[in-house]
């Protein structure tokens, strides 16, 4: 897979990079998580002890991203210009129904982030229906360092067998 440069330079820079890296992957998913996971495992130190805080920036990163949707549709509400998406996602019935199914459990809120298409805007959904942005933190973060680390730590085994 052939990077876009300034995600290449970005890479170069280290943890920081992986973690700007990360966060700009669930703002604008224009590479697939899959892909781009995979590939900070095979460009990982040859050592596993490498792969850990690869894994753990990588989905502080994805947090991140995360939590700038959830405060873009939580803020969408209070601000006249931004209250067409609140308007607009409050809508739909069935995310007020998978929502509330969601909001019951911080273990549910972290699976979710194991689906690709739903992980990167679940947070939108979550902010309209005001889930607890402690909570939504926590098992968002909890669940890229599942899906983050399962990429990272299958990239690295490819690289080493």
């Keep these: ?47 596993f002890s490498a792969v850990m805080p690869l894994i753990v920036i990588s989905a502080f990163g994805s947090m ?10 939580r803020f969408s509400g209070a601000h006249p210009q931004l209250r067409l998406l609140s308007n607009w996602l409050g809508r739909f019935a069935a ?8 909001s019951e459990s911080v273990t549910r809120m972290a699976l979710v982030q194991l689906v690709p298409a739903a992980r990167v805007y679940s947070a939108l959904a979550s902010a309209v229906v005001t889930i607890d942005v402690t909570r939504f933190a926590i098992a968002t973060f ?9 990429l ?9 067998l």
Excluded: D
């Design 142 to 150: 909890i669940g890229c360092l599942i899906w983050n680390g399962t």
């Design 95 to 102: 995310v007020r129904q998978a929502s509330s199914w969601y």
């Design 1 to 47: 897979m052939v990077l876009p440069n300034f995600v290449t330079c970005l890479l170069a820079t280290g943890l920081g990079g992986v973690m700007i890296v990360a966060m700009l992957e669930k703002l604008v998913p224009v590479v697939p998580s899959v892909g781009l996971y995979l590939l900070f495992g095979l460009t990982a130190g040859s050592e």
């Design 152 to 160: 990272i730590f299958a990239g690295w085994m490819v690289r080493h």
């Design 64 to 73: 991140s991203g995360s939590l700038c949707w959830y405060y873009l549709a």
